[in-house]
């Protein structure tokens, strides 16, 4: 007997569902519950008010705008400090941050897998809009997709984020010199080892947690402090302070020195890092930021960043030099010099 064509469609899913069906991405009653009442409750007071509709309508000031998106991937989906939510609002947020933004909209976009919970996906939900709302930044718009099972391993999540640049903020990195003073805003390696921990069940998760964090507000209190004098910003996630510094170092031409000495590494995270083999350099941060600042605007800008919660442990760790072009150096405890490479492959993928 031939199948019939027609019943090849899935099956209609029943509104009592407690997982996401197929049917929840077909445009129609359940993907309209599945907005109504799981992802848009979440948010909260952080989701756009009005009706829903194909895109939203901004009114931005003078200023210049700054886009940016990101897609997140973490696994696992909740850790220790912080969760895929909250991570898609802060790691778009910072990047916004990082070229002198403040952000004023978001954008998000869900992938979910059939099968997966809907519990878990209002937890996620009123996750990203706690923090869409502790950031000041609404959900203006969005989309969700529904994909089989094995398809998307549970949920991805895609931030795009509108922001305006703070009048006296140019941070670039061509804009580095030699003289200038590497700031780093606070203790570094926590993200990683909080990812690699709880996927390994390692132990060390119930000591650290995750970063996780914006930092626009702590930007904002540099740029008050140095204008134009905090020259380069970055936020040194996949990769670590290596990667990040690496990339300032080939784009502007100048070499970096950093102080190993200075470097603020929790306990945990040291021995997570001793017992696992790894550099804490190349460990990802999710709540931390680099700084090039003219010396002559450093130790003010040093104290803007200790003023504010998110980077009161905010240290000087090196400089930027003439020597050694493009290159990154570290002086250690017993005055020995190494080069500091960039991760070669994936120490940890999938970490945000």
């Known amino acids: 007997m031939t199948a019939n064509p027609l019943l090849a469609a899935c099956p209609v899913p029943t509104a009592e569902t407690e997982q996401v069906l197929l049917g929840h991405g077909s445009g129609g009653q359940l993907s309209a519950e599945l907005l109504r009442d799981v992802i848009l409750p979440g948010f909260g007071r952080a989701a756009s008010a009005g009706p829903l509709e194909d895109a939203a309508v901004l ?5 210049e705008a700054v886009m940016s998106t990101d897609s997140f991937v973490v696994d696992p989906l909740f850790f220790a400090g912080g969760d895929i939510g909250s991570l898609a609002v802060h790691g778009t947020v910072n ?23 809907l519990e878990q996906l209002a937890r996620i939900s009123r996750s990203l809009g706690a923090a869409a709302e502790a950031a000041g930044v ?8 529904v994909v089989g099972r094995g398809a998307a391993d549970g949920l991805f999540i895609t931030t795009t984020g509108l922001g305006v640049r703070l009048p006296a903020a140019r941070p670039s990195a061509s804009r580095i010199r030699p ?7 606070g203790p570094i390696g926590l993200h990683g080892t909080t990812i690699l921990s709880t996927r390994a069940g390692l132990g060390f998760e119930t000591e650290i947690g995750s970063d996780s964090r914006p930092l626009h507000r702590v930007v904002a209190a540099a740029v008050a402090a140095g204008a134009d004098g905090v020259h380069a910003l970055r936020d040194p996630t996949r990769g670590g302070v290596a990667s990040a510094l690496n990339e300032l170092a080939a784009a502007s031409g100048v070499g970096v020195v950093v102080d190993e000495t200075a470097l603020p590494v929790p306990g945990p995270v040291a021995a997570a890092c001793d017992l696992l083999g790894l550099d804490v350099l190349h460990v990802a941060n999710e709540g931390c930021l680099l700084a090039f600042v003219a010396p002559d605007r450093a130790d003010a800008v040093l104290a803007a960043l200790r003023s504010r919660p998110e980077s009161a442990g905010a240290v000087r760790i090196g400089q930027a030099v003439a020597e050694h072009p493009r290159r990154v150096v570290v002086r250690t405890g017993i005055g020995a010099v190494r080069v500091l490479d960039m991760l070669v492959g994936e120490q940890l993928p999938r970490i945000c």
């Open 179 to 185: 003289g200038d003073v590497l700031l780093l805003s």
């Open 95 to 117: 990047d916004l941050a990082m070229m002198g933004a403040m952000p004023t909209a978001l954008a998000v976009a869900f992938i979910v897998e059939e099968g997966f919970a």
């Open 59 to 63: 009114a931005l000031p003078k200023p």
């Open 138 to 145: 609404p959900v203006a718009t969005g989309d969700t997709k």
